[in-house]
């Protein structure tokens, strides 16, 4: 949707965020990194853009249904 992402370091989201390229990553269970994270954002006009901006880009190349689903597809046929 356009939108800067703010995201806990958990599971994958390391991944899915380029390692921070396509959004902010910030400690599980850390409310002082969420708040400064938000503030950051709020003031920074240029960081939020490049975050919306390579984060849709990212999405766009790796993660539309149409390419989540050939790969599924492929990584079926391959167990087969």
Known sequence: YGCPIIATDCGGIKELLAKGKCGKIIPVNCLSALMDSMLEL?????????????????????????????NLERILKNKS
Do not use: W
């Open 42 to 70: 709020a003031t920074n006009t240029k960081l939020r853009e490049q975050y919306a901006v390579s984060g849709y880009e990212r999405f766009r190349k790796n993660f539309t249904l149409e390419i989540m689903g050939n």
